[in-house]
């Protein structure tokens, strides 16, 4: 993943579960190119991740976002993929990062409690993601993966990345918290005005978080 800018969160997308990827195709070209993302989860629900990640991972590094597959470092590979998102428990996390460090990179997902995310933390990913990839359904960020997530970068140099909520605004809750990363899904592919819009408005208000606290 690019680099954290310490006085500025930076945004992730989550791919929709149920990917249709000829129609997802220019609406992730659309996202990416309305403004600054790291990285792209890339999920398969129940269709075929390979196809899928295939079909996009080729659209996120021409945008210079990583692009990481879920779950499967075979997949990731054969795509061509900057590295793996794993939230299956820290023998998966361990064996990715085995397999994939230091060339490539491996996200930790998962942790519910502060003795998951330290254990998942001692494998040394590239970040610690607080919340479910699907966990958008309110407009704001979840309490829970809010607090946990602002704990970790208060205290652990692995970046934090916390899931956002339904509403562009939840980046606010993150950046406000110090959190170095927030992911959105339906907040930018569900945006009334589009994706390229929604990622513009997510990076503005991004930027004006960090005015503020400058």
């Known amino acids: 993943m690019p680099d954290a800018d310490e006085n500025r969160c930076r945004l992730c997308l989550v791919t929709t579960a149920d990917t249709n990827i000829a129609d997802f195709r220019p609406l992730l070209d659309a996202a990416l190119g309305g403004g600054d993302v790291a990285s792209l989860i890339i999920t398969g629900g129940g269709n075929d991740l390979q ?8 659209i996120a590094q ?7 597959v879920l779950n499967d470092t075979r997949i990731a590979g054969r795509a061509r993929a900057d590295g793996v998102h794993v939230d299956t428990g820290p023998a998966d996390l361990q064996a990715a990062i085995d397999a994939f460090h230091p060339d490539k990179l491996v996200g930790a997902g998962g942790p519910r409690t502060r003795h998951d995310a330290m254990v998942a933390g001692e494998a040394d990913p590239d970040y610690i993601f ?9 407009d704001g ?5 809010l607090n946990l997530a602002t704990w970790w970068s208060s205290v652990f140099v692995i970046p934090a990345m916390v899931m956002g909520g339904g509403s562009i605004n939840s980046v606010t809750e993150a950046a406000g918290a110090g959190i170095e ?3 959105l899904r339906d907040a930018v592919w569900r945006h009334p005005a589009g994706p390229a819009a929604a990622v513009r408005e997510a990076n503005r208000l991004l930027d004006a978080v960090r005015r503020e606290a400058a």
């Not at 919340?131 to 309110?138: A, C, E, H, S, V």
């Not at 960020?141 to 993966?145: E, H, L, V």
């Open 51 to 58: 196809t899928i990640a295939e079909a996009l991972v080729p």
């Open 62 to 68: 021409a945008h210079d976002v990583a692009a990481l």
């Open 130 to 138: 607080f919340g479910r990839l699907d966990g958008d359904n309110k």
């Open 141 to 145: 960020i979840f309490p829970k993966a």
């Open 181 to 183: 990363f927030v992911a």
